[in-house]
T-cell receptor, first 114, second 115 residues
Framework: QKEVEQNSGPLSVPEGAIASLNCTYS??????FFWYRQYSGKSPELIMS????GDKEDGRFTAQLNKASQYVSLLIRDSQPSDSATYLC??????????????FGAGTILRVKS | SAVISQKPSRDICQRGTSLTIQCQVD?????MFWYRQQPGQSLTLIAT?????????ESGFVIDKFPISRPNLTFSTLTVSNMSPEDSSIYLC????????????FGDGTRLSIL
């Protein structure tokens, strides 16, 4: 089992719709979770951090965390063509050798059609 | 958040040569990391750059191939040694500014192609 799993997509949504991106992780002890957006040819940009169970909202973005189910999601409301990018889920995983390590999922490609 | 500058932004190198990538931050940071992103893939951690001591390498990465320096709290270098076409990737520097479970922020990356 991979440490952080995402559906690679592409996920296609029409402009104005809600895009829902999902991520599962293997380490029950993980305490911090992040969503990054990566445009083609660019570096990852942090868009959301979440540490507690429940929802965290920031503008059009909502991160949802369920530690019991080892599941974290990102909702993008009123999707815009400019939201078209790869979304990377990242989880701090405990390792015996190195302490905490940030592990990235493979990323989900989102395409918003105008 | 901190401004992270990476140099060079891209390079084309010959097989068997080495290239050093620099990462400069405009403020002191607690942690610095180096990642590799191969074409169409996600990010893979190469190592944690430790200030004043040897870097901590992930499984599959060794110091002889990827020597790393971090002489102070704002600067680090990654060298890709004896390059082969398989080393063609984007190399990314990232930093953590505070303590605890703070997020990492990334530089713009170095796009490296090996002929």
């Amino acid at each position: 089992q991979k440490e952080v799993e995402q559906n690679s997509g592409p996920l296609s949504v029409p402009e104005g719709a809600i895009a829902s991106l999902n991520c599962t992780y293997s380490d029950r002890g993980s305490q911090s979770f992040f969503w990054y957006r990566q445009y083609s040819g660019k570096s990852p940009e942090l868009i959301m951090s979440i540490y507690s169970n429940g929802d965290k909202e920031d503008g059009r973005f909502t991160a949802q965390l369920n530690k019991a189910s080892q599941y974290v999601s990102l909702l993008i409301r009123d999707s815009q063509p400019s939201d078209s990018a790869t979304y990377l889920c990242a989880v701090n995983i405990r390792t015996r050798e190195y302490g905490n390590k940030l592990v990235f999922g493979a990323g989900t490609i989102l395409r918003v059609k105008s | 958040s901190a401004v992270i500058s990476q140099k060079p932004s891209r390079d084309i190198c010959q097989r068997g040569t080495s290239l050093t990538i620099q990462c400069q931050v405009d403020s002191q940071v607690t942690m610095m990391f180096w990642y590799r992103q191969q074409p169409g893939q996600s990010l893979t951690l190469i190592a944690t750059a430790n200030q004043g001591s040897e870097a901590t390498y992930e499984s599959g990465f060794v110091i002889d191939k990827f020597p790393i320096s971090r002489p102070n709290l704002t600067f680090s270098t990654l060298t890709v040694s004896n390059m082969s076409p398989e080393d063609s990737s984007i190399y990314l520097c990232s930093v953590i500014e505070g303590w605890g479970n703070q997020p990492q922020h990334f530089g713009d990356g170095t796009r490296l192609s090996i002929l």
